[in-house]
């Protein structure tokens, strides 16, 4: 995926620790921390929508659907 330089303003706080992060070795440099910090809150993030639409499920419906024709397959399933 191609990269686009962008500038951005950071906490002194923040960018400290980023800086740390860099020189005991855990990132490349500043770049790569914040492009795995930023991908990993957008994950979270995704990942929380996902999961808040999934609760407005009913799950006593959501089983029903999932048990519908389930005893026909279940007839067809070999014995171990």
């Not at 500043?30 to 999934?54: F, M, N, Y």
Request: with cysteine; hydrophobic share 40%.
């Amino acid at each position: 995926m191609a990269s686009i330089k962008v500038a951005i303003t950071l906490e002194q706080e923040t960018l400290r620790q980023v800086d740390s992060l860099v020189a005991r070795r855990i990132f490349k440099n500043r770049s790569r921390a914040i492009q795995v910090a930023l991908h990993e809150k957008i994950e979270r993030v995704e990942g929380s929508r996902l999961g808040a639409e999934c609760a407005k499920l009913d799950p006593k419906y959501e089983q029903s659907l999932a048990d519908e024709g389930l005893g026909a397959d279940v007839a067809a399933w070999p014995e171990f």
